[in-house]
């Protein structure tokens, strides 16, 4: 899979997907796709990553609060 960083507008090659579909982690391996040659690894963080589209990612893989209002709601309804 592959994203764009935001400020360098480069695509970067998403190598842990696990890490990009968690939200308890902040950060993804992958590698700039630029070039002949194959880029080292690095650590991204997920804020500076968007779609290539310019899309953000969905909440529910950067906020791991993301259904802490529906909870509540739900909650609150039962009782």
């Not at 997920?46 to 899309?55: A, C, P, W």
């Not at 950067?62 to 039962?78: G, P």
Request: net charge negative; aromatic share 10%; proline share 4%.
């Amino acid at each position: 899979m592959f994203l764009k960083h935001r400020a360098s507008e480069k695509l970067v090659e998403v190598l842990s997907q696990a890490d990009l579909f968690n939200p308890m982690h902040a950060s993804i391996i992958g590698r700039y796709h630029a070039g002949e040659e194959i880029q080292e690894p690095e650590r991204f963080e997920k804020t500076d990553l968007v779609f290539t589209s310019d899309e953000s990612m969905p909440r529910c893989w950067t906020d791991v609060h993301y259904r802490d209002e529906a909870v509540h709601h739900s909650y609150r309804k039962a009782s």
